[in-house]
Every structure is written in structure tokens, then in C-alpha cells.
């Protein structure tokens, strides 16, 4: 079945830590993106890529950083610059004017 | 920035009533979507529906899009307790129309 993964479902980073979050896609889709999602809000977008070996900011990139060296995936990296990383974050793949599909998500608690 | 804002954020209501929501934005579009999270899991989508389009349906969703407004609605017809979940409007713009801003989402609760 094509689709979305990310892990780990559950990360606990501490102080000063960098974290890899994974997203890997076998939908042959162009786009992928990554979200942070805080408690009863909405979605903000951290970077996003439309095409390999290129990506771009999105409105709160800062404190993050990606690559996207095969279409397949699109890892993010938590850095320690980020000084409130605990949220919930999603990967999404897309085709140009189609509907995201999104992962199920990786939940990061700073401890 | 969010350019999507539902309303209302939360709504009860009993099994079989129907469910809306609406979304306002504030810049010209290329389409808008309508996502469904359960607590805790990743989104789902529900319909896109493009600029020059009005209305869509899919199921027992009925979608409408009003550009003038810069508005659009969800309506869930026959609401059932699996309806229960966070539903979310999201905007898509530029030339691909596939880069999503996301509202901060509609909250509902299908009482059995």
C-alpha cells in the first residue's frame, strides 16, 4: 500500500539536543512538507521541498533545518536553537493541485 | 501567518443533525481544502475544491466556495459519533496551488 511514515511516534529530546525526525513517502508524489501542530491549534508550516535537492522556508523555519536528497524522503532536524520544540509534528507529500496525505505524526517532548 | 479562520471553533451536536463550518481568508486563492484530524493522528483529506468551482460534494459532505466572499463552508449531512474529530480549512496558492496555509480548526463532537 502506498503512503506516508513517519517515526519515531514518540521522541523525548533533552536541553540542547539536535533530533532527527523521519518521513518517508512511496507515492512517487513532488512535494513534501513538514507541519507543527501546538495543542488546540492549527497547523504552521516549518519547510517544505517541491522538488529534490531543493527546499524552502516556511513561516517558522527557524531553529529547523531538512534535506531532501531522494524523492522519497525528507527528514527534519530539530536543532538546538529551537528553544520550545515540544509539539507534535507532521510530514505531508503532495502532487502539484492535489490534496496532501499526511503521516501520523511524531509528538517531540523536550525532558 | 494563518490565513484560514474557522468558525466556529467548537460545536456539539446530537447524532443525525447536520454539522457546519466556515472558513474565511484573507488573499486570492488557487483552491481551498478541507482536512479531519482524530486527537492525536495525522490529517485526512476530505475535498478540494478549485477557484472557479462553487460548490462540490462528496458523500455526505457539501462543500461551498464563495471568491467575492472569500469564504467557504463544510457541511456533514446526517452526522454520526464517527464524525467526532478537529476539522480544518486550508488555503492553497501560487502556481501549483499545493503550498497549504492551515486555520486553527473547527472542533466537533457527533453525541451519540
Known amino acids: 500500500d502506498g503512503g506516508i511514515t513517519q517515526s519515531p511516534k514518540y521522541l523525548f529530546r533533552k536541553e540542547g539536543q539536535n533530533v532527527t525526525l523521519s518521513c518517508e513517502q512511496n507515492?512517487?508524489?513532488?512535494?513534501m512538507y513538514w507541519y507543527r501542530q501546538d495543542p488546540g491549534q492549527g497547523l504552521r508550516l516549518i519547510y517544505y521541498?517541491?522538488?529534490?535537492?531543493?527546499?524552502q522556508k516556511g513561516d517558522i523555519a527557524e531553529g529547523y533545518s531538512v534535506s531532501r536528497e531522494k524523492k522519497e524522503s525528507f527528514p527534519l532536524t530539530v536543532t538546538s536553537a529551537q528553544k520550545n520544540p515540544t509539539a507534535f509534528y507532521l510530514c505531508?507529500?503532495?502532487?502539484?493541485?492535489?490534496?496532501?496525505?499526511f503521516g501520523s505524526g511524531t509528538r517531540l517532548t523536550v525532558v | 501567518s494563518q490565513q484560514g479562520e474557522e468558525d466556529p471553533q467548537a460545536l456539539s451536536i446530537q447524532e443525525g443533525e447536520n454539522a457546519t463550518m466556515n472558513c474565511s481568508y484573507k488573499?486570492?486563492?488557487?483552491?481551498l481544502q478541507w482536512y479531519r484530524q482524530n486527537s492525536g493522528r495525522g490529517l485526512v483529506h476530505l475535498i478540494l475544491?478549485?477557484?472557479?468551482?462553487r460548490e462540490k460534494h462528496s458523500g455526505r459532505l457539501r462543500v461551498t466556495l464563495d471568491t467575492s466572499k472569500k469564504s467557504s463552508s463544510l457541511l456533514i449531512t446526517a452526522s454520526r459519533a464517527a464524525d467526532t474529530a478537529s476539522y480544518f480549512c486550508?488555503?492553497?496558492?501560487?502556481?501549483?496551488?499545493?503550498?497549504?496555509?492551515f486555520g486553527g480548526g473547527t472542533r466537533v463532537l457527533v453525541k451519540p
Open positions: 488573499t486570492s486563492i488557487n483552491n
Open positions: 486550508a488555503t492553497g496558492y501560487g502556481a501549483a496551488g499545493n503550498k497549504l496555509t
Open positions: 475544491i478549485r477557484s472557479n468551482e
Open positions: 521541498s517541491q522538488i529534490v535537492n531543493d527546499f
Open positions: 505531508a507529500s503532495s502532487i502539484s493541485q492535489g490534496g496532501y496525505t
Open positions: 507515492l512517487n508524489h513532488d512535494a
